[in-house]
């Protein structure tokens, strides 16, 4: 079955410190990309997505993917992390083999300390 | 402001009781989702409606329902046959317009279902 898997469960950083976080997926062409955000009891807001094109994306926040199809992978960053980037972050994939819906990968928490 | 309504956000279900959950958006999105969250398993697909009198099993269908009887609502039934309901659900819309698979979906701000 085609999945997407986020290798890091929790990753903290330092305010001011730089972010990436990891995706991975097995798919057997490109599919379509995306990253969510999620702050706790509240729905999943976009930062970014790619389709096709140009493989580096940028989204909201100043966060920014890059799609890398030689490693199956589309990781997200962040020059500078601020206190309110805490949050879960989750990578989904669509496309025609996922059965034209979104999966998701299992969201990496962030933690931010001051 | 255009977006997606779910209520209750908490929720409680005795044993044996069917209770609904509320997904109502206005986006004239077409298509509409079911979401289960559990801790550490990200979000698995409930049940999904691409258009009106028309809906699928997704990935965890069993011991839940769902109707599609008007554009803007897509309400999520768990019978009680769903031993295990404990989780946050999140419904979701998208515009169909463009390749299948490609529009990013709108989310609403979830319900936290419990058993007392």
């Known amino acids: 079955a085609q999945s997407v898997t986020q290798p890091d469960i929790h990753i903290t950083v330092s305010e001011g410190a730089s972010l990436e976080l990891r995706c991975n997926y097995s798919?057997?062409?490109?599919?379509?990309l995306f990253w969510y955000v999620q702050s706790p009891g509240q729905g999943l807001q976009l930062l970014l997505k790619?389709?096709?094109?140009?493989?580096l994306v940028q989204g909201i926040k100043g966060f920014e993917a890059e799609f890398k199809r030689s490693q199956s992978s589309f990781n997200l960053r962040k020059p500078s992390v601020h206190w309110s980037d805490a949050a879960e972050y989750f990578c989904?994939?669509?496309?025609?083999?996922?059965?034209?819906?979104?999966?998701f990968g299992a969201g990496t928490i962030l933690r931010v300390k001051s | 402001d255009g977006g997606i309504t779910q209520s209750p956000k908490y929720l409680f279900r005795k044993e044996g009781q069917n209770v609904t959950l509320s997904c109502e958006q206005n986006?004239?999105?077409?298509?509409m989702y079911w979401y289960r969250q559990d801790p550490g398993q990200g979000l698995r697909l409930i049940y999904y409606?691409?258009?009106?009198?028309?809906?699928q099993k997704g990935d965890i269908a069993e011991g839940y329902s769902v109707s599609r009887e008007k554009k803007e609502s897509f309400p999520l039934t768990v019978t009680s046959a769903q031993k295990n309901p404990t989780a946050f659900y999140l419904c979701?819309?998208?515009?169909?317009?463009?390749?299948?698979?490609?529009?990013?979906?709108?989310f609403g701000d979830g319900t936290r279902l419990s058993i007392l």
């Open positions: 979701a819309s998208t515009n169909r317009r463009g390749a299948e698979g490609n529009q990013p979906q709108h």
């Open positions: 798919y057997g062409a490109t599919p379509y």
């Open positions: 790619y389709f096709s094109g140009d493989t």
């Open positions: 989904a994939v669509g496309g025609i083999l996922y059965g034209n819906k979104l999966v």
């Open positions: 986006l004239n999105h077409d298509a």
């Open positions: 409606s691409q258009i009106v009198n028309d809906f």
